[in-house]
């Protein structure tokens, strides 16, 4: 199975402030690209990762070749068509840039979308941009999405952007939230993640990303936080999986982060990992249901409000 998202980036300030070098990333099957990219580093306001931290905000590419991105060359050879690249701050320090790739099959179903909500309009939260794959029938998801506003608390980006968390639903034909369930389901999507994300421009921005069963955005989704019973520890409280279906959820599913890997450095440090050493994590956390899943690796992306880690999603690839 092959997911939507194909490539994983996280690209961190260098000590000397002035450049991105890559931290971190997930390359499956496409080792001469990924050498190329560890061999590059990005000024501020260069290319996608440094023109994403000179904006203070997300940016997408829906066209990789003829832009400002660098390795258009490299990912043409691969199919790969769209990038968007999140910066996550922490006030006003950037901890990271990730970078997330998609491209590839003709019939490939999903979309990567941007919300924003400008501060002089409080109420409404509008798409920015979006990727809706390449197969000829996203043309009316996209046509509704283009067209369309959410107010505050409504939709998963809405949701997102009112409680500042992660909202995942894991089943769009059953949700009150989804409001362009029919369309999204015409097409074989059947699940959404919406992410808030923390920016420097005053403003609020999400990133929703919607998964179909033939394509899935990831292999798995989990959003831990802090245990309510449990200092020291992190429980998910949200997750699924390709393979396993709706993932247990509640205080029972708690771990040490010291015990979580990439998911506790990502919680303890503010910075997105990325991270293929998925046995480690199995046998740290007795979860041996990980292999099931079939991904190689992992990001962790860290959801940060009022400067603080709240939460940590962790996609599976």
């Not at 390359?27 to 203070?56: N, S, Y």
């Not at 769209?82 to 970078?99: I, K, S």
């Not at 245990?227 to 997750?239: D, K, Q, V, Y």
């Not at 999986?241 to 450095?265: D, N, W």
Request: contains cysteine; charged residues 15%.
């Amino acid at each position: 199975m092959k997911s939507f998202i194909r490539i994983a980036e996280v690209w961190k300030p260098a000590a000397d402030g002035k450049r991105l070098v890559l931290s971190s990333g997930l390359f499956p099957e496409v080792p001469a690209f990924e050498a190329i990219t560890r061999e590059m580093v990005f000024a501020r306001g260069e290319g996608l990762p440094g023109r994403a931290w000179e904006a203070g905000h997300p940016l997408m590419l829906n066209e990789l070749v003829g832009s400002y991105f660098k390795r258009a060359a490299a990912a043409r050879a691969i199919d790969l068509t769209c990038a968007v690249a999140c910066p996550l701050f922490q006030g006003h320090e950037l901890r990271c840039v990730v970078v997330f790739l998609m491209g590839g099959a003709p019939s490939s179903v999903g979309s990567v979308e941007l919300w924003r909500n400008d501060s002089r309009l409080p109420a409404d939260m509008h798409l920015v941009t979006g990727y809706f794959g390449s197969s000829p029938q996203a043309a009316a998801l996209e046509a509704l999405t283009l067209n369309g506003w959410l107010s505050r608390g409504t939709g998963a980006p809405g949701l997102a952007w009112q409680q500042q968390e992660a909202v995942c639903i894991p089943d769009i034909a059953t949700s009150k939230h989804f409001l362009r369930k029919d369309e999204a389901l015409a097409l074989g999507i059947g699940r959404a993640l919406a992410i808030p994300l923390n920016v420097t421009a005053s403003s609020s921005w999400v990133l929703a990303l919607l998964s179909a069963a033939s394509a899935p955005i990831a292999l798995r989704v989990e959003i831990w936080r802090a245990s309510e019973s449990r200092p020291g520890n992190l429980s998910r409280t949200a997750g699924f999986c390709e393979r396993l279906g709706p993932l247990p959820a509640g205080e029972r599913q708690s771990h040490a982060v010291e015990a979580l890997g990439p998911i506790g450095t990502a919680w303890r440090t503010g910075l997105a990992q990325a991270d293929n050493q998925l046995a480690a994590l199995a046998a740290n956390t007795r979860q041996p249901a990980l292999a099931t899943a079939n991904a190689s690796g992992l990001i962790a992306l860290p959801v940060l409000s009022d400067d603080a880690v709240t939460e940590v999603v962790a996609l599976y690839f």
